[in-house]
Every structure is written in C-alpha cells, then in structure tokens.
C-alpha cells in the first residue's frame, strides 16, 4: 500500500483486512496478517483484535477467539461486549464451565453488561429506548404493532421452523 499507492496504513485499514480474512472464515489467515503487523513492529489495534473476535464467534473458533479477548481486555478491561462474546463462543461449543468463568470474571472485575439501546426521531421529538426497558409512557401503543406482526409471522410459519420462528421473537 504504501510503495503502490504512497498511503501510509491506518487502524482501519488493517482493521478491514482482519475483518474481511473472518468474513471468510480464513481465521488462520486473519492471524498471520496480526502476526505479520506486530512482526513489523507495529501495535495492534483494539479494532483489529474486535474483528477477529466477532469472526470467532461467527465461526465457533475458541482458541483464536480467547487469544482476541484477551488482547481486546488487556486494552479495554471493562468492555463488556468482549466477554460476553467470550462467553457465546464457549457455549457454542458446549464449555458451560468456560462461560461461568468468563461470567464469574467479568463480574470479579465490576464489569458490567449494558443493555442495548435504540435512538428514533420522529417530527420534532426523539426517543430512546434501553433493552428490556418497559417504562415509556407510551410503551404499550410501541409494542401493539410488533404483537400483531408476531402474530402474522406465527401464521405464516405454519408448516416451517416454528422453533426458529420463537427463538427469533424472544431473544430480543
């Protein structure tokens, strides 16, 4: 890049690289590019470390994904997010004693997970509403149309995947 194209690499570069070798599944791959970097003498972005841990979880790889963690913790120790992926890799996988101490540690070290979050704006108002949050004033007008949607896909799932159908509408 930079003798081709005189550009000089930034984080998201790289970042992009990583992501796209996990967009793929080429985890290996996505490694011996972070190897190459640091070989060069160049640091790590937590960025880079985030796209392979998201490609790990993608792609059940506990190993690489334990070693993106922990990199990602060693720069950011109280970001939630990058234990509980820890955690969903290791239940994919079926190491239920992994998760708990992924859990167990997460919660020794105060971290705690933060709920997800959505902004709207309509006309001149704006709303925000926190995941699981039931306390807007307006919350049972908000939620009618997604029942009667619920209720229409249940219908059309008649004869399919009703399991995925549920999985779907409760985990949210």
Same mark, same amino acid.
Request: net charge negative; aromatic share 6%.
């Given at each position: 890049?930079?003798?081709?194209?005189?550009?000089?690499?930034?984080?998201?570069?790289?970042?992009?690289?990583?992501?796209?070798?996990?967009?793929?599944?080429?985890?290996?791959?996505?490694?011996?590019?972070?190897?190459?970097?640091?070989? =060069? &003498?160049?640091? #790590?972005?937590? /960025?880079?470390?985030?796209?392979? @841990?998201?490609?790990? +979880?993608?792609?059940?790889?506990? $190993?690489?994904?334990?070693?993106?963690?922990?990199?990602?913790?060693?720069?950011?120790?109280?970001?939630?997010?990058?234990?509980?992926?820890?955690?969903?890799?290791?239940?994919?996988?079926?190491?239920?004693?992994?998760?708990?101490?992924?859990?167990?540690?997460?919660?020794?070290?105060?971290?705690?997970?933060?709920?997800?979050?959505?902004?709207?704006?309509?006309? =001149? &108002?704006?709303? #925000?509403?926190? /995941?699981?949050?039931?306390?807007? @004033?307006?919350?049972? +007008?908000?939620?009618?149309?997604? $029942?009667?949607?619920?209720?229409?896909?249940?219908?059309?799932?008649?004869?399919?995947?009703?399991?995925?159908?549920?999985?779907?509408?409760?985990?949210?």
């Amino acid at each position: 890049m930079k003798d081709e194209c005189f550009l000089q690499p930034t984080a998201g570069h790289y970042t992009c690289i990583v992501d796209l070798f996990g967009r793929f599944g080429l985890i290996d791959e996505a490694m011996s590019f972070i190897d190459q970097m640091r070989a =060069d &003498g160049l640091e #790590v972005p937590v /960025s880079v470390w985030g796209a392979i @841990l998201g490609a790990c +979880r993608v792609h059940r790889n506990v $190993e690489v994904g334990a070693v993106a963690a922990e990199n990602v913790l060693a720069i950011e120790p109280n970001r939630s997010g990058t234990y509980m992926i820890l955690a969903e890799i290791y239940a994919s996988v079926g190491r239920l004693n992994e998760v708990e101490r992924v859990l167990t540690q997460m919660k020794k070290n105060g971290v705690k997970k933060q709920p997800g979050c959505s902004w709207i704006e309509m006309n =001149d &108002g704006g709303s #925000v509403f926190l /995941s699981g949050d039931k306390s807007h @004033l307006e919350f049972d +007008r908000i939620v009618e149309p997604l $029942e009667v949607l619920h209720v229409d896909v249940e219908l059309m799932s008649v004869g399919s995947d009703q399991n995925l159908v549920q999985s779907c509408w409760h985990s949210g």
